[in-house]
């Protein structure tokens, strides 16, 4: 498991707000465990692979620490976003803004969008599903990162409806 999937499994159970995960894989566990303001990580590996998994383990506290310094900045931003429309998450999957690396995104920030638009693409159980907007407007914020894991109903676009 690479250290960027690794990354993205911690902000995953962060914002879930399961309090345990367990991932148990041929060659090594991984435990993660919320409960308080900051997700601990607990990792048991088999020590065939010592060397380039001491590196992970080092790597993936220190993400767990910026996920939950993001989590703390979020609610003061959305005091100010009431004005806008959320655009949310219709299904659990993970979350693309271009349908090919090749290809351009298919919303920017300050872009005007109407009904039927496509927004993004959500892959779920290896089917991509576009997810077009229900509303016309100006994109305000991209939400979410991309090729990131996202769970049902979660923001991801805030579009000025004006």
Do not use: H
Request: aromatic content about 6%; some cysteine; hydrophobic content about 40%.
């Amino acid at each position: 498991m690479e250290i960027k999937e690794i990354q993205n499994l911690i902000k995953f159970v962060a914002k879930s707000g399961a309090s345990e995960v367990k991932l148990e894989m041929d060659d090594f566990k991984i435990t993660i465990k919320t409960g308080s303001d900051e997700p601990n990580v607990t990792y048991l590996q088999q020590p065939m692979q010592a060397a380039p998994q001491m590196q992970q383990q080092a790597a993936a506290p220190q993400a767990a620490q910026d996920t939950s310094l993001q989590a703390t900045a979020a609610p003061a931003a959305s005091a100010s976003e009431d004005k806008y429309i959320t655009v949310k998450s219709p299904i659990i999957g993970t979350f693309y803004r271009k349908p090919s690396p090749d290809k351009p995104n298919f919303a920017e920030v300050g872009d005007s969008i109407k009904v039927g638009d496509t927004l993004c693409i959500i892959e779920a159980m290896k089917l991509f599903n576009e997810i077009e907007s229900e509303v016309s407007g100006t994109v305000v914020k991209i939400l979410i990162d991309d090729s990131s894991p996202v769970e049902f109903d979660q923001p991801l676009f805030l579009v000025d409806p004006s």
